[in-house]
């Protein structure tokens, strides 16, 4: 690609860098309904995560909240970090809500990862509370 600055790049899909700026790269899953209705809440118990094998650390992040637009909107309460290419530890959020996010992201600026799975064990625990 030609550029404004009179450089000539070209695309590379693989590099962590843009024109040597570091950013971070994330994903969020969510809202989710925890019970999979609007009556009931869910627990979050388990995240077990897989990394592809050229993979950088993962931090995680969970929240939850009683609608899915709370969630959107509130903080993340829980975090952790996979550090392991394939398999890793179980993580266990604890987390109870009528909708709950899950964010994925790499651990330092300048670092790539790929996510080969991750379960999430939610459990409908009762009604909402109010």
């Known amino acids: ?8 790049r070209r ?23 925890a019970a999979g209705n609007d009556f009931n809440d869910g627990y979050l118990h388990e995240l077990v995560c897989t990394l592809a094998a050229s993979s950088g650390s993962v931090t ?6 009683k609608s899915a637009e709370q969630c959107n909107t509130a903080s993340y ?25 899950i964010k994925l992201a790499n651990a330092a600026n300048n670092s790539r990862w790929a996510l080969e799975s991750l379960t999430a064990v939610i459990e409908g625990v009762g009604k909402r509370r109010i």
């Open 1 to 8: 690609w030609g550029c404004r600055d009179g450089y000539i």
């Open 11 to 33: 695309f590379q899909s693989d590099l962590a860098q843009d024109d040597s700026t570091n950013y971070s790269s994330y994903i969020e899953f969510g809202p989710i309904k």
């Open 77 to 101: 309460v829980v975090t952790g970090t996979f550090s392991t290419a394939g398999f890793n530890a179980t993580a266990r959020p604890r987390i109870r809500g009528g909708a709950i996010m």
């Open 60 to 65: 995680w992040s969970a929240k939850g909240a």
